[in-house]
């Protein structure tokens, strides 16, 4: 029969980190979020049906109201780091019922579960490098010490495991076409090259690697995003000493650049004369 644990973590401690031994545990649910870490041995794990044999280095987090059991596969045990907390723990917003795939809609993780192939609660990770052990050992050591802020120490470890879980199950962005990569990129240098922009913050905006786009830019315009980027500014900077009296260095602050220097040698590069040069020509060709 399966059996169904509570615990005391919505209001009082709403979070509970222990260690213990797995290898055999009878089906159950719980009203609290499982966050488990597995130091040793082997078992054999079941989850919503779902069979898993879990050792050394796996890891997994256990739903709200989510069927799971333990079952031997060896006669070694199973020792294991528990983490388990309430929702509100992420989110003092959060019902104290709310699965993970309402969860993961709150404001520290913001995921559409819309965007994901399959909810990650239910899965089993494997820690290729030890990082993910010493993130559980901290939050082990933090709730033994409890100092003020280990809660808040705790739920940033817990994020900083659940994020990359819910990245790796992010469905692929469809294709898109060379000219539309080239027309957005262009687009944004054009309204906010004044700003710093960075190509790699651009690329990750819309889930794209850099230098797949890099790539689709220079063969759409002949340029890299920064010959692009400076293209545009001097031109804009062009405009701005034709038409008013403002200061070299007022105007090479407007279009983005903070190093006046480097701004006498790009524009020079591009337009072959220096700011002012360029000035008085343009004032000679007016009059």
């Known amino acids: 029969m399966k059996k169904y644990f509570k615990a005391d973590l919505h209001n009082k401690h709403l979070v509970m980190v222990t260690t213990g031994y797995g290898a055999v545990v009878e089906p159950h649910t719980h009203d609290y979020f499982e966050m488990v870490y597995v130091l040793g041995g082997r078992a054999e794990q079941i989850i919503c049906g779902s069979h898993y044999i879990i050792s050394s280095g796996d890891y997994f987090l256990i739903d709200i109201g989510q069927d799971h059991e333990y079952r031997r596969a060896s006669e070694r045990e199973l020792p294991i780091i528990n983490v388990l907390f309430s929702p509100r723990l992420i ?3 959060a019902r104290p019922d709310d699965t993970f795939q309402t969860l993961m ?6 995921f559409n579960p819309s965007q994901l192939t399959k909810n990650p609660a239910g899965m089993v990770f494997h820690d290729n490098d030890g990082e993910i052990r ?11 010490t409890g100092r003020p802020g280990f809660k808040e120490y705790i739920r940033a470890e817990l994020l900083s495991v659940l994020i ?4 790796s199950v992010i469905k692929p962005l469809p294709a898109r076409p060379q000219r539309e990569f080239v027309g957005w990129l262009a687009d944004q240098i054009e309204c906010n090259y004044a700003q710093q922009l960075s190509l790699s913050e651009l690329c990750r905006s819309i889930n794209y690697s850099l230098p797949y786009v890099s790539k ?6 002949g340029m890299n995003f920064s010959e692009y980027l400076q ?3 001097v031109t804009n900077s062009c405009a701005l ?3 008013t009296e403002l200061p070299v260095e007022e105007i090479c602050r407007l279009v983005g650049y903070s190093n006046t220097a480097f701004f006498h ?5 591009i337009v072959g004369l220096t700011p002012l040069e360029y000035r008085k020509l343009s004032k000679n060709r007016q009059t």
């Open 134 to 144: 010493t993130k559980f050992t901290r939050m082990l050591e933090a709730w033994r």
């Open 164 to 167: 990359p879980m819910l990245q």
């Open 231 to 233: 293209k545009v500014r």
């Open 91 to 93: 989110d003092t917003g």
């Open 241 to 243: 000493l034709c038409d």
């Open 105 to 110: 809609r709150h404001r520290l993780l913001n």
């Open 216 to 221: 689709c830019f220079k063969a759409g315009t």
């Open 265 to 269: 040698r790009i524009f020079k590069q």
